[in-house]
């Protein structure tokens, strides 16, 4: 399989170019590229403006698959971005996790290695400036210690009978960007990790590129085999895995608790209970305790 690929300046979302590609007809294997996004959107329909400095790019899919292997294929398409990032930057492959269901996020460095980036004074891996990864692992009491740093989000939806597939990856952090949030989603860039030679554009295009490469190499597997393949992998690559959590919906009621041991075939998430009962989540947002 290869992608045919269409790049854009600017776009209101590359989400609207897919649907639109798909109300006309058009078939699978198109991806749309945008520099710049002025009406992005992610989880519960929010949106904003996307400065340059993201990887903006979404997939028309039309797997002829059963109805029940479709959860699945958000879980392919992070294990492909996590493939992208390890392939341009290879030293970051025991850091890239997945994190059920939809975000690709950057485990701690170990303090070893963030205190001797300290004791040089860098403050990222550029140089140009503090990173919010270094500084969390290093113990700055201003922000809360955290397991990870978001480096990506995934959007799946079915949109007249065909898939609509939004990736959003953090490449450079934008020049005019605020100051480092504070909520549980802080984002991490890669040219804080390293990926930082070239024209930032050249890093962007080199980032799409690469996904498109590897979601051309298995998402014509899952078609055939499902998830099962890749099954493993995911597991061996999940930043949930062994830690304990409450799943709980929009509203803030708790689903289903317990440690995370596996993602089912189906791509429900495995919670073990502290009675020791598994249970399967479909759905709802993974809280660690």
């Given at each position: 399989m290869q992608f045919r690929v269409e790049s854009f300046e600017t776009v209101t979302s590359t989400n609207d170019l897919i649907k639109r590609a798909i109300e006309e007809g058009k078939p699978e294997g198109l991806a749309v590229r945008g520099?710049?996004?002025?009406?992005?959107?992610?989880?519960?329909?929010?949106?904003?403006?996307?400065?340059?400095?993201?990887?903006y790019q979404s997939f028309l899919l039309r797997p002829e698959v059963p109805p029940a292997q479709l959860p699945t294929l958000s879980l392919l398409v992070g294990l492909a971005v996590r493939r992208a990032v390890?392939?341009?930057?290879?030293?970051?492959e025991d850091r890239v996790q997945v994190k059920?269901?939809?975000?690709?996020?950057?485990?701690?460095?170990?303090?070893?290695?963030?205190?001797?980036?300290?004791?040089?004074?860098?403050?990222?891996?550029?140089?140009?400036g503090p990173s919010?990864?270094?500084?969390?692992?290093?113990?700055?009491?201003?922000?809360?210690?955290?397991?990870?740093?978001?480096?990506c989000g995934i959007s799946t939806e079915m949109h007249a009978r065909a898939l609509c597939?939004?990736?959003?990856?953090?490449?450079?952090?934008?020049?005019?960007?605020?100051?480092?949030?504070?909520?549980k989603n802080v984002p991490?860039?890669?040219?804080?990790?390293?990926?930082?030679?070239?024209?930032?554009?050249?890093?962007?295009?080199?980032?799409?590129?690469?996904?498109c490469d590897q979601l051309a190499i298995a998402y014509p597997l899952w078609c055939e085999q499902g998830f099962g393949p890749f099954q493993a992998e995911f597991d061996g690559c999940s930043a949930l895995s062994g830690r304990f959590v409450r799943m709980e919906d929009l509203s803030g009621n708790v689903l289903a608790a317990g440690t995370v041991t596996r993602v089912a075939p189906d791509g429900r998430l495995v919670l073990r209970t502290p009675e020791g009962v598994e249970v399967f989540?479909?759905?709802?947002?993974?809280?660690?305790?």
């Amino acid at each position: 399989m290869q992608f045919r690929v269409e790049s854009f300046e600017t776009v209101t979302s590359t989400n609207d170019l897919i649907k639109r590609a798909i109300e006309e007809g058009k078939p699978e294997g198109l991806a749309v590229r945008g520099l710049r996004q002025t009406a992005g959107y992610g989880r519960q329909g929010r949106a904003w403006e996307s400065p340059i400095g993201g990887m903006y790019q979404s997939f028309l899919l039309r797997p002829e698959v059963p109805p029940a292997q479709l959860p699945t294929l958000s879980l392919l398409v992070g294990l492909a971005v996590r493939r992208a990032v390890a392939v341009l930057v290879p030293e970051l492959e025991d850091r890239v996790q997945v994190k059920w269901p939809n975000d690709i996020v950057v485990a701690e460095a170990p303090a070893s290695l963030d205190e001797a980036a300290s004791a040089a004074g860098e403050g990222s891996a550029c140089g140009e400036g503090p990173s919010p990864l270094c500084d969390a692992a290093l113990g700055d009491d201003s922000r809360p210690r955290r397991p990870f740093h978001k480096l990506c989000g995934i959007s799946t939806e079915m949109h007249a009978r065909a898939l609509c597939v939004g990736v959003g990856v953090n490449v450079a952090r934008p020049a005019d960007a605020a100051s480092v949030p504070t909520g549980k989603n802080v984002p991490i860039y890669l040219d804080e990790l390293g990926f930082c030679e070239g024209p930032v554009e050249d890093r962007i295009n080199a980032v799409a590129d690469a996904l498109c490469d590897q979601l051309a190499i298995a998402y014509p597997l899952w078609c055939e085999q499902g998830f099962g393949p890749f099954q493993a992998e995911f597991d061996g690559c999940s930043a949930l895995s062994g830690r304990f959590v409450r799943m709980e919906d929009l509203s803030g009621n708790v689903l289903a608790a317990g440690t995370v041991t596996r993602v089912a075939p189906d791509g429900r998430l495995v919670l073990r209970t502290p009675e020791g009962v598994e249970v399967f989540a479909s759905s709802g947002e993974a809280h660690i305790r």
